[in-house]
């Protein structure tokens, strides 16, 4: 016998997550309290459409201005 073709579609290929990089360690000496953070993504079934740089840990709550971009500037660092 021979298989019918009953016009189904198979379903799409799983997507693959992106790869995000926040870049290399940054080491300050105060008074500079600020830094630019130099990020990078990629995607390897498709294209980094957004950026979304978050704080995980310190001793106080930094400013991150331009977090949605590939480089963004944490400020208001302090010792710790």
Do not use: F, K
């Amino acid at each position: 016998g021979t298989a019918a073709n009953c016009g189904a579609t198979p379903p799409p290929p799983a997507n693959q997550a992106p790869t995000a990089n926040a870049g290399a360690d940054v080491a300050l000496t105060l008074p500079t309290n600020s830094t630019l953070l130099n990020g990078s993504g990629s995607d390897a079934d498709g294209t980094v459409v957004s950026y979304a740089w978050t704080q995980v840990s310190g001793p106080n709550t930094a400013v991150l201005s331009n977090q949605n971009t590939q480089n963004a500037t944490a400020s208001g660092l302090v010792q710790g």
